[in-house]
């Protein structure tokens, strides 16, 4: 029915941005560690490096807070919103 097909909407929104928001922590998280290798003793280069990483640490930190959340509503209204279903 209608809440079936709305629920796998929300689910495939759901894990898409949750998809997009890993790999963006896992290329932020590159960046910074080429930054680091890259900097070659520049203190600001290396705080710049530094700073990318640790706020990609918090995107992760808040995108698993986000994915706990997700789970808690999911078992409050009981749906599985983090399962992965093509129609």
Partial sequence: ???DYLEIVLRNI??????FGVSFVVIYISWGGLQWILA??????LNA??????????GFIVLMASYAIIGAIGFLFRVNLLRVAIF
């Fill in 40 to 45: 070659g003793g520049d203190k600001q280069k």
């Fill in 14 to 19: 759901l894990l898409g941005f949750l998809f």
């Fill in 49 to 58: 490096a530094k700073s990318r990483i640790t706020w990609a640490i918090i």
């Fill in 1 to 3: 029915g209608g809440l």
